[in-house]
């Protein structure tokens, strides 16, 4: 599920001189002060394949063979619907975060509807256009030997996900344990004793809320070791695909 190099990749830097004076200290601290805190869609993801729209986790399920109709249908009014207030950068934050509640637990519902299954989830990640970004392999490679704390934050589909994580850790040969700590913040389903999704973990993350579930997360992780837990270092490599990514740790205290 990596896609091969792309040689139009290229790295714009605003403040070169402020980038080597972190990037100095950085390698001062050493690799225990290190944190990584990444976004997911189109972040370790790639946006194009082959110059073709790549799948984000709701993508992913919009295409599978999974989903009814009705589904579909829903998703598009929602989507139509709400899409105009995402991009309204006049509406209050207050109003705007309450819409995209509104837009996520919509969406949500309806997956819950579909009745859909962990396995359901894995063939249709599997079958997808899904692909991590070149260099995961050696990002994982790093994770391993130094087992820095490695965060991922997606107001996405979190059993996609899952299912994506899992299918690349097993076709790489990578023990869930030997990356710990790692950990996934997103919307991660529940099931009942069939193993029908019957739910998702509560609350719901929207593109809006990001900071308040990252922070309730960081104050969880402290009573845990560090061998476990996420404890926020001073040193803290936030990745994203907006500029907007970066207000996900506005609520917490980096030492």
């Not at 100095?24 to 002060?33: E, L, M, S, T, V």
């Not at 805190?37 to 799948?55: E, M, P």
């Not at 993508?59 to 207030?85: A, F």
Request: net charge negative.
């Amino acid at each position: 599920m990596e896609a091969d190099h792309n040689t139009e990749e290229e790295v714009y830097v605003k403040d070169r001189e402020g980038l080597f004076h972190k990037l100095k200290q950085f390698f001062k601290d050493g690799i225990d002060a290190l944190q990584l805190i990444a976004d997911f869609d189109q972040t370790l993801t790639r946006a194009k394949v082959d110059g073709k729209n790549a799948s984000s986790t709701f993508c992913v399920l919009h295409e599978s063979e999974y989903v009814s109709e009705r589904y579909l249908k829903e998703g598009k009014e929602n989507y139509e619907h709400y899409v105009h207030i995402e991009h309204d950068a006049d509406m209050p934050l207050e109003e705007k975060e309450k819409h995209m509640n509104d837009w996520w637990e919509a969406d949500l519902n309806g997956i819950i509807k579909e009745k859909l299954s962990k396995d359901n989830f894995l063939s249709m990640t599997r079958k997808s256009n899904l692909y991590f970004r070149n260099g995961i392999s050696e990002l994982f490679q790093l994770k391993q030997k130094h087992k820095f704390p490695f965060l991922v934050v997606s107001a996405g589909i979190g059993e996609v996900i899952r299912s994506a994580f899992e299918i690349y850790f097993e076709s790489s040969g990578i023990s869930v344990d030997s990356l710990k700590p790692f950990s996934i913040i997103s919307n991660l389903g529940i099931y009942d004793e069939n193993g029908t999704l019957v739910g998702f973990q509560s609350p719901y993350i929207t593109i809006m809320n990001k900071d308040v579930n990252v922070s309730r997360f960081v104050e969880e992780q402290k009573h845990k070791d560090e061998e476990e837990g996420h404890h926020v270092h001073g040193n803290l490599i936030m990745m994203g695909d907006i500029t907007e990514d970066v207000k996900m740790l506005n609520k917490i205290d980096i030492g």
